[in-house]
């Protein structure tokens, strides 16, 4: 069975540090391509990163690139997200995908997790 599912998000205070990690599952293969987005409310879903097979292929939006670290782990089918330096505007739920790189730099990905939220607030 076919799961994408996110964990590790929370209340963190401004400055401080999470880890999110992506579980998956797919099928008789690993995933092309791993990626995240997030959404804050009352906005559209944003595009943060995604990272390829071999890890020699990743892309970071504009706000994650300076703080944001991606990777992946393929004997564990998991990807994960580094966030570091957090701030208040951080604050969505946070989504992992997986699937084909393009679709899934596009925002048209296989799969989408659920989503795991993500607070920063003193």
């Known amino acids: 069975q076919v799961r994408v599912e996110e964990s590790g998000g929370g209340l963190v205070q401004p400055g401080g540090s999470l880890r999110l990690s992506c579980a998956s599952t797919s099928p008789t293969f690993q995933w092309d391509a791993m990626g995240w987005f997030r959404q804050a409310a009352g906005k559209e879903r944003e595009f943060l990163a995604v990272i390829n097979w071999k890890s020699d292929l990743i892309e970071y939006s504009d706000s994650a690139k300076s703080r944001f670290i991606v990777s992946r782990d393929n004997a564990k089918n998991q990807a994960y997200l580094e966030m570091n330096d957090l701030k208040p505007e951080d604050t969505a739920v946070y989504y992992c995908?997986?699937?084909?790189?393009?679709?899934?730099?596009?925002?048209?990905?296989?799969?989408w997790g659920q989503g795991t939220q993500v607070t920063v607030s003193s």
């Open positions: 995908s997986a699937g084909y790189y393009d679709g899934v730099r596009a925002g048209t990905p296989d799969y």
